[in-house]
């Protein structure tokens, strides 16, 4: 995966912000997993994985939908960026 800034962040947290815990936290780790396989892909062939993008967090977000941006940060943002934090530390990429 390459490495991460505040907009993959925010990326994936728009995209598990209006699912349940349990889902939200299956949902993070599928996009960190799929974020992983195309910067994999992307360095073998030098090529966007046609699915996944080019290994950003934020092209893997991109297949799901998404909540609009928020003008503040409120409790379910908050929320939804621990369980992505949390996903990312299981992986041990952050």
Same mark, same amino acid.
Request: aromatic fraction near 6%.
């Given at each position: 995966?390459?490495?991460?800034?505040?907009?993959?962040?925010?990326?994936?947290?728009?995209?598990? =912000?209006?699912? %349940?815990?349990?889902?939200?936290?299956?949902?993070?780790?599928?996009?960190? =997993?799929?974020?992983?396989?195309?910067?994999?892909?992307?360095?073998?062939?030098?090529?966007?994985? %046609?699915? +996944?993008?080019?290994? %950003?967090?934020?092209?893997?977000?991109?297949?799901?939908?998404?909540?609009?941006?928020? =003008?503040?940060?409120?409790?379910?943002?908050?929320?939804?960026? %621990?369980?992505?934090?949390?996903?990312?530390?299981?992986?041990?990429? +952050?």
């Amino acid at each position: 995966m390459r490495p991460i800034g505040l907009l993959d962040l925010d990326a994936v947290v728009r995209r598990v =912000q209006y699912l %349940t815990p349990a889902d939200a936290a299956a949902r993070a780790r599928h996009i960190i =997993q799929s974020a992983d396989t195309a910067d994999r892909y992307r360095k073998r062939t030098d090529r966007r994985h %046609t699915l +996944f993008g080019d290994g %950003t967090l934020a092209a893997a977000a991109g297949a799901f939908p998404a909540v609009p941006v928020a =003008q503040r940060i409120d409790d379910s943002y908050l929320a939804a960026l %621990t369980v992505v934090v949390h996903a990312l530390r299981e992986k041990r990429r +952050f």
